[in-house]
């Protein structure tokens, strides 16, 4: 089963366990939608979601006190692909794009896609060429469409 991580812990938050959070999904409602995730891959109880929207918490079962909320600190929040909401068209979860083989406008294999980043100006895959070198471009229609299970790219903004 695939996991998607939707946070990572960056701290602890007060003296009574709540932790940082550092947000990948959405905003904090995400998050909030579980009643359950996985923190280090062990199943725990989400009690409560709050902070800011620059500066997210929340409160885990079993996580009493800052010394415990500190251990936790660069460990990741996940939740199984089957219990996040269904897509609407044009939508995807970063997961879904890994692996992907990436092709030219032609149809010539050009390599797959190796990972998924954002840096704040939109998403860029992290493509892996034929050959094993490595080259970013942006996820942006006409650069690099998603079209039928694989990514269709312009060459031209490979590096």
Partial sequence: MTRITLAAIAGAHGVRGEVRLKLFADGAEALSAH???LVDGA?????????TAKSPTARLEGVADRLAAESLRGTLIEVERDA???LEE?????????????FDQDGGAVG???AVENFGAG???EIELEGGRKSLIPFKPGIA?????RIVLDPAFLA
């Fill in 35 to 37: 009643d359950v995730v």
């Fill in 90 to 102: 044009g939508e995807y979860y970063h997961s879904d794009l890994l692996g992907l083989p990436c």
């Fill in 112 to 114: 797959s896609v190796s």
């Fill in 84 to 86: 996040l909401p269904p």
């Fill in 145 to 149: 469409d998603l079209q039928d299970g």
């Fill in 123 to 125: 998403d860029l895959l």
């Fill in 43 to 51: 199943p725990r109880r989400l009690l409560h979601v709050g902070g």
